[in-house]
């Protein structure tokens, strides 16, 4: 076969480098053949297992993919130095392969639980920049723990009636549905409660304003539990009503801004400053930025017409 060969190595340098193999050695998982220990790793292909023995490892010179093959590799042999290694280079050096294909890192970290630094790196990233995910094509396709982990966290910088339109269309695509209530039938609307059963208490429904929970919450009052929506209508509706129950906490906005625009959002601004220094990489994120920004000019609230837009 094209991809499979047969490579021979030491027994004692493959212990002193992997727990898995002393321990496969010590309690004789593998098949011995003329005095030799045979091992079949169908998952790693010969390339990385050259470069795995050969000890010298150059993760500059490798592709993205090849380092993320890598570092699985070396998760199944258990080389413990490796994966911390691996996964700081990756943090370090290589953020832009989560750009790139976020679904791939996000699966690859969510099934190998030893990979917790690059886990809880991505998550982050991704609670700051969520477009990269939330904007893709691809995102109907995240699997339902992973989306579960999100909704969870308070530092994801999104509206909330952004999250619950995203976990809406994420729901309707699982369950190949369109998006206009008035075709759903008795049956469609349980389904669709089903699958968004377990999410319902992480959409922070307190958080959306009235307008938006109007038209974007209210219209799918048939698949939201009828007492959500009671005390919704009393909280909008009554003056100076208060939740009824223990609501989580608003996600964090790191930038504490009240900009007022239609044109400059929120997600600008990192990038507004990271041009005034002139960063050509490591932009600033939604944390660590050095400025306070203003919004000078408001057609709005200053008049739309020449003399105003030059006063200000």
């Known amino acids: 076969e094209s991809n499979v060969k047969e490579i021979h190595a030491h027994s004692n340098i493959l212990c002193t480098r992997s727990k898995y193999f002393r321990t496969a050695f010590s309690n004789g998982w593998a098949i011995k053949k003329d005095g030799k220990f045979v091992f079949r790793k169908p998952n790693i292909s010969p390339h990385l297992f050259d470069i795995i023995l050969s000890g010298n490892i150059e993760l500059k010179n490798l592709h993205g993919p090849d380092i993320l093959n890598l570092l699985i590799a070396v998760d199944e042999l258990n080389i413990q130095q490796l994966i911390s290694h691996i996964q ?45 995910l939330f904007n ?14 999100f909704l969870k ?5 999104m509206d909330e009636i952004e999250v619950w339109e995203s976990l809406l269309k994420w729901c309707l695509a699982q369950l190949i549905m369109e998006n206009d209530p008035t075709k759903w039938n008795k049956d469609d609307m349980t389904r669709i409660e089903r699958s968004l059963h377990k999410f319902i208490p992480l959409i922070r429904f307190y958080d959306i304003g009235p307008t938006d929970f109007f038209y974007k919450v ?10 959500l929506i009671h005390d919704l209508l009393e909280f909008h509706v009554v003056p100076n009503m208060k939740p009824k129950i223990n609501v989580p906490p608003p996600r964090k906005r790191i930038l504490n801004l009240n900009l007022d625009s239609n044109i400059i959002q ?33 057609s709005d609230r200053d008049g ?7 006063k200000n």
């Open 266 to 298: 929120l997600n600008h601004i990192p990038l507004f400053a990271s041009w005034i220094d002139r960063k050509e990489s490591s932009y600033y994120n939604n944390k660590n930025i050095p400025y306070d920004f203003k919004l000078l000019y408001n």
């Open 218 to 227: 209210y219209n799918y009052k048939d698949i939201l539990p009828q007492d």
């Open 153 to 157: 966290r308070n530092d994801l910088f």
């Open 136 to 149: 893709s094509d691809k995102f109907v396709n995240l699997q339902a723990p992973l989306l579960e982990l």
């Open 88 to 132: 700081a280079y990756l943090i370090k050096y290589r953020t832009e392969l989560l750009h790139q294909n976020p679904f791939c890192i996000l699966e690859i970290v969510y099934q190998h639980e030893t990979f917790t630094n690059l886990r809880d790196f991505c998550l982050e990233k991704i609670c700051e920049d969520p477009k990269i």
């Open 304 to 310: 739309f017409n020449a003399e105003s837009f030059h």
